[in-house]
């Protein structure tokens, strides 16, 4: 799913005075490519996965997701666009404590009233590649981070989205398991041609990148994915 983002500008009000996220912002996310966000804190990389997802919405300029016009939907559409085309991994997990590891996984599909026994075949095959499957009717409290975070990649993949959006999934684990849970995600969005588009502060995953962008100063700049290995 390619991404077209052209001639974005967004600001948001900072005790009432603007303050500028993009300015003229254009970029080209390729389909079933890794894509890594890079820059400093504040600077909007967050804020763009917000604008790709159209959860938020740019001032002016105009984004395609996969020949979709993100910016012309109506609310509702964008929802049912995101749930159907788009899956999200979080830094902190985001998994409902209420709920078994099983049920936290196929909760949007069930939302989606997608059949049952395609989504369900679905989860199964994933929590088994991720060694969780014997944990499918245990609750997160009873998981460490980095199983957790397997948790919220197999909820991101189980229907099967186009796009994935990842924002900071390492931010919140130790180096190993950061390393572990980074080749986790490349190794299954590759396998299912998913676009990626993660956004990070570890120089590390720039490792596992096809394309490169770092946010900054109103712009989003094109890096040269051979020097990071």
């Not at 303050?19 to 804020?47: D, E, L």
């Not at 299912?192 to 490792?207: E, F, G, I, R, Y």
């Amino acid at each position: 799913m390619d991404i077209h983002l052209s001639d974005i500008d967004k600001s948001f009000d900072d005790s009432g005075s603007p303050r500028i996220i993009f300015q003229k912002a254009s970029a080209r996310f390729q389909s079933g490519k890794f894509c890594v966000i890079v820059g400093k804190s504040g600077v909007g990389k967050s804020s763009l996965l917000n604008l790709i997802s159209g959860i938020d919405l740019p001032d002016k300029g105009s984004i395609l997701v996969g020949g979709h016009r993100i910016c012309t939907m109506t609310d509702t559409a964008r929802t049912l666009f995101r749930r159907r085309h788009i899956g999200f991994i979080y830094q902190f997990f985001n998994l409902i404590p209420v709920l078994t590891v099983l049920e936290n996984v196929t909760l949007i599909a069930e939302l989606d009233k997608a059949p049952k026994k395609t989504y369900m075949k679905q989860a199964r095959a994933l929590l088994e590649q991720v060694g969780l499957w014997d944990r499918r009717h245990d609750f997160p409290e009873t998981l460490s981070g980095g199983e957790q975070q397997r948790v919220a990649i197999v909820r991101a993949l189980v229907n099967d989205p186009d796009l994935v959006l990842a924002d900071e999934p390492t931010g919140n684990l130790d180096q190993e398991t950061g390393t572990k849970v980074m080749e986790m995600i490349s190794d299954l969005t590759r396998k299912q041609n998913k676009t990626l588009v993660m956004v990070t502060h570890s120089p590390d995953a720039m490792a596992w990148a096809d394309q490169i962008f770092s946010v900054g100063s109103g712009t989003l700049t094109p890096m040269d994915t051979h020097t990071h290995g």
